[in-house]
């Protein structure tokens, strides 16, 4: 389900030449601010900042939402992508330690070595 609303929220104040951006509201651009765990909404035309309104505020926590699930998906997405990583470099270690130990002339301490190798590179 699409909302007509979208915008960005800030944890603080805009600095004076910062771009503030906003969610639509019909014809019109409504900015979001939250600090020190207030929310305040102003239009571009507005003089003052005040208190969102009912719908405002179902707006902005559907907005929320939205953005932390987004979030939880990227970041599943980069862990899983990492978890595979590490597994297919435990696999090519297993591999090469398989192979050295196969080889008769390699003694236990040279093992042991390339071990080492392995662990702090």
């Known amino acids: 389900m699409s909302s007509p609303y979208a915008f960005s929220l800030s944890a603080t104040p805009p ?6 951006q906003g969610i639509p509201l019909g014809q019109s651009l409504l900015v979001v601010t939250i600090k ?3 929310v ?4 571009p035309s507005d003089s003052a900042p ?12 559907k907005h929320q939402s939205e953005t932390n699930k987004r979030q939880e998906q ?3 997405i980069r862990a899983n992508l990492t978890a595979i990583s ?5 696999q ?3 591999g090469d330690l398989n192979r050295v130990l196969q080889t008769d002339f390699i003694s236990p301490r040279i093992v042991l070595f390339l071990l080492e190798v392995y662990m702090y590179s």
């Open 50 to 61: 005040r208190s969102p309104t009912l719908v405002e505020c179902k707006a902005i926590i």
């Open 36 to 38: 020190d765990k207030t």
């Open 15 to 20: 600095a004076p030449t910062a771009t503030n």
């Open 40 to 43: 305040k909404v102003h239009m």
């Open 86 to 90: 590490v597994v297919q470099q435990v």
């Open 74 to 76: 990227e970041v599943c």
């Open 92 to 94: 090519q270690v297993v």
